[in-house]
């Protein structure tokens, strides 16, 4: 696990929160925006990106109605929404 999702967690063992799925899906958004722009024509690595930014949406928009201050701390740790 990396920095960010290691300042997420609830707990040491902590894999499934809301908080780490966002962060773990970030980092998976990120890889494969990288991957899209040196490999434009890749459309099955295009629908898992596709994916993964609306699960994290999703998530983000549960964090926000159930733990509004999770939610303010998840945005401000990954950069997320200016």
Not at 32 to 50: A, T
Request: charged share 35%; hydrophobic share 35%; glycine share 2%.
């Amino acid at each position: 696990m990396n920095s960010k999702v290691k300042e997420l967690a609830i707990h040491d063992k902590d894999t499934g929160s809301s908080e780490i799925q966002i962060a773990l899906l970030t980092e998976k958004i990120e890889t494969l925006s990288k991957h899209i722009k040196q490999f434009k024509k890749d459309k099955h690595s295009s629908v898992g990106l596709l994916r993964a930014v609306n699960r994290r949406k999703k998530l983000l928009e549960y964090l926000k109605k159930n733990k509004m201050d999770s939610y303010k701390n998840v945005l401000s740790k990954l950069n997320l929404r200016k």
